[in-house]
């Protein structure tokens, strides 16, 4: 089998010899029947981007002056509770928290974790609230400059295997698994998974993606831990962890979903072509990647089976929104269902736009243009066509942090 190490390919790099692909340019050129060669390729950036519930962060922050109150019981940040501890700081005035990415304000179950995380990155003024033991209330605000240490833990993160929903039954299901209750009668499906580019989908068993190794997390070195939770060869993830005060907002934040605020995030891994196996895995595509569909309310009931060419194919990664057509109404349904809150006011703010396709599929005034296509599929040995209404993985997010990582391993800043 040819082979080759790791060394030899950093010497390439660093000679401004390695051939480096990001995986979406390595995928386009295998359907065109130009792939190149184990001889011909170095690396290959993978990444994905999607709603990742098992977020949290671990926060450290001083709230008032040291002997203000023996130690913090309760602590919530815009109103949105965090879990005191494990260290007392006993008199200090400061706290440490782990926050939990899916846990909702206490007054509004679309705002949490996730949303809360990308707006203290963003520096705006967090409201604190800390409830003593010993019966004090302390409220103070709060910066990303006040912050002392901010440590994202994802307990499972990057997927390899999801599952699409879709609504069989009568009844409209409310789920994580879609940004509104779920109607039924089969009239829509919603998707979570990058596919191809995804980095599980290129390293098939964990050749190259190993505890210890380097990746980026919402644009920020990190690490990965090892497997994450639910973990299993058939249905692989990664527990990964890196430093919140260097990631980019522009890579995570809230995900308002049917049972309130998600959080989603992104990551890009290289896969260093060390051996012939390891090329051979990277020549998967869309239309090799099985996806089972099942009932929303059944979850691991399948219904059937598609894969994610048929989901992804060529269509849209964002709405274009034509302000023409829109009227203004007085209660306007994208700006309430928007996940990501990327619609206010007759703006459609592109930076926070995640591509799900809510805003195109439920607007009645036709205002934004998007195709997120359709599925055929067999169902109860009937064929069906369902739209495609929510999709809550990011492929534009994933393929910007694959180029921005394949950047910084041919500049010499992300080292192999």
Known sequence: MKKRDINQINEKIDNGEANIFTAEEFKKLIKEDN????????????????????????????????????????????DVPAFAGPCPNEWLGEVDVILHGTTHSINDKNYGGGFLLKEIMEGKPIDVRVESVDGKTIENTI???????????????????????????????????????????????????????????????????????????NDAEAFILGDGTRSNPQKPNLMLSGDLTQMNPYYFGGFKTGEGGEIYNTVAIPIPVLTEEIYNNLLIKDSDVNLPVADIKGRHLPLTETNYYELWKDYD?????????????????????????????????????????????????????????????????????????????DRLRANKLSLKLKKMIKDGEFKL
């Open 35 to 78: 792939a190149p060669s184990f001889e011909e390729v170095d690396v290959v950036t993978t990444g994905t981007c999607g709603v990742m519930s098992g977020t949290a962060a671990i926060l450290n922050f001083i709230v008032s002056e040291p002997g203000e109150f023996i130690r913090a019981d309760k602590v919530y940040l815009n």
């Open 143 to 217: 910066t990303r400059e006040d912050i002392n240490r901010a440590q994202i833990v994802g307990s499972r993160m990057a997927f390899k295997n999801y599952t699409a929903f879709t609504n069989p039954g009568s009844e409209a299901i409310s789920s994580i698994f879609a940004a509104t209750p779920l109607e039924g009668n089969l009239s829509g499906l919603t998707f979570s998974g990058c596919g191809e580019i995804n980095p599980l989908e290129n390293d098939i068993p964990h050749n190259v993606i190993k505890t210890g190794k380097k990746v980026l997390l």
């Open 317 to 393: 990664l964002r709405p274009k929104y034509n302000k023409d057509n829109c009227s203004n109404c007085n209660s306007c349904e994208v700006e309430k269902i928007c996940p990501t809150n990327a619609f206010s006011n007759q703006n459609l703010d592109l930076s926070r736009c995640f591509g799900c396709g809510m805003c195109a599929n439920f607007c009645s005034h036709n205002s934004f243009d998007m195709n997120t296509g359709s599925a055929d599929l067999e169902i109860n040995g009937k064929g069906v066509n369902i739209p495609i209404i929510c999709r809550q993985s």
